[in-house]
């Protein structure tokens, strides 16, 4: 069973950065697709962006040329660098790992999330 920890929240002024880490237990992480999610207050968890085991990236509208995923196999970890970040991306982030099949996608643990908050 596979284990997430996030970190790297934190406070941020508007249109400053910050990076999301999230490292998986496990041997078989290069196999998952990782995505990452965000949720605000009184609002749906939403999917900010993923990528597949194959390293192909998709990002949610809202973030695209702000933000980017990354993975490292070697070290079992997942990133999302956040850049130009603004108060609307206030937000608990969460990680994700996923594992696709020829018949859908398969959500085999969330991490605890980690809280963004962007002043502006």
């Known amino acids: 069973q596979v284990q997430l920890v996030e970190s790297g929240g934190g406070l941020v002024q508007a249109g400053g950065s910050l990076r999301l880490s999230c490292a998986a237990s496990g041997s078989i992480f290069s196999s998952y697709a990782m995505g990452w999610y965000r949720q605000a207050p009184g609002k749906q968890r939403d999917v900010v962006a993923r990528?597949?085991?194959?390293?192909?990236?998709n990002y949610a509208e809202s973030v695209k040329g702000r933000f980017t995923i990354s993975r490292d196999n070697a070290k079992n970890t997942v990133y999302l660098q956040m850049n130009s970040l603004k108060p609307e991306d206030t937000a608990v982030y969460y990680c994700s790992a996923e594992r696709d099949t020829a018949w859908g996608t398969t959500r085999l643990a969330w991490g605890q999330g980690t809280q963004v908050t962007v002043s502006s």
């Open positions: 990528i597949t085991s194959g390293s192909s990236a």
